[in-house]
């Protein structure tokens, strides 16, 4: 069964930093770029960050540019996001997403449960 | 760049529901299509602006003309209430995801 789990959510006061995971399981990993999006209570979908399946090409929203870092484990078929300096509007839901493209990214055609972050003092 | 999405659409069971998307890039770029339900995370419904994933009813379907991409729902029922994303993406240059803003789709 192909399969996305999130962790690493919590609470965290402002300024602070929290580093969320993703385990992957069921599909060859190393073959697909993965993403993160976010979904602040009562809002839409935001796309936060994404990354290659070599690591070669990343990109981020304008929003989280210098204070959030993605990176992956194709070893451990494992992706992170570093969190970095957290304000209160990064609050959401973070999900992890795998890319249905094999290079050129297109959509997701698989995500997780998601991970509830709250950045609150 | 932009995706646009109209904030809501209603139809009755039975009825077609068309939820429309826009964007300058849609013609160079696929379009994906999500269905988000209270409480769970997002589902694919549509990708690469016409294809259905297994698993997905056949009511559900896409098309595409120019700067406009379409998911169509034929004979709507009610448990296809929800929140209606479209997103495309960009790996030419700069590395993007897009989504739209979303449609909340109310079955009368």
């Known amino acids: 069964e192909v399969q996305l789990v999130e962790s690493g959510g919590g609470l965290v006061q402002p300024g602070r930093s929290l580093r969320l995971s993703c385990a992957a399981s069921g599909f060859s990993f190393g073959d697909f770029a993965m993403h993160w999006v976010r979904q602040a209570p009562g809002k839409g979908l935001q796309w936060v960050s994404g990354?290659?399946?070599?690591?070669?090409?990343?990109g981020y929203a304008d929003s989280v540019k210098g204070r959030f870092t993605i990176s992956r484990d194709n070893a451990k078929n494992s992706l992170f996001l570093q969190m970095n300096s957290l304000r209160p509007e990064d609050s959401a839901v973070y999900y992890c997403g795998k890319d249905q493209g094999f290079g050129e990214w297109r959509g997701m055609d698989v995500w997780g449960q998601g991970t509830t972050v709250i950045v609150s003092s | 760049y932009e995706l646009t999405q109209p904030p809501s659409v209603s139809v009755s069971p039975g009825q077609t529901a068309r939820i429309t998307c826009s964007g300058d890039?849609?013609?160079?770029?696929?379009a994906y299509w999500y269905q988000q339900k209270p409480g769970q995370a997002p589902v694919v419904v549509i990708y690469k602006d016409t294809e259905r994933p297994s698993g997905i009813p056949e009511r559900f379907s896409g098309s595409s003309s120019g700067t406009t991409v379409t998911l169509t729902i034929s004979g709507v029922q009610a448990e296809d209430e929800a929140d209606y994303y479209c997103?495309?993406?960009?790996?030419?240059?700069?590395?993007?995801?897009?989504f739209g803003g979303g449609t909340k789709l109310t079955v009368l």
């Open positions: 890039a849609l013609p160079k770029q696929y």
């Open positions: 990354i290659s399946w070599s690591s070669g090409s990343i």
């Open positions: 997103q495309s993406a960009d790996s030419s240059g700069t590395y993007r995801v897009i």
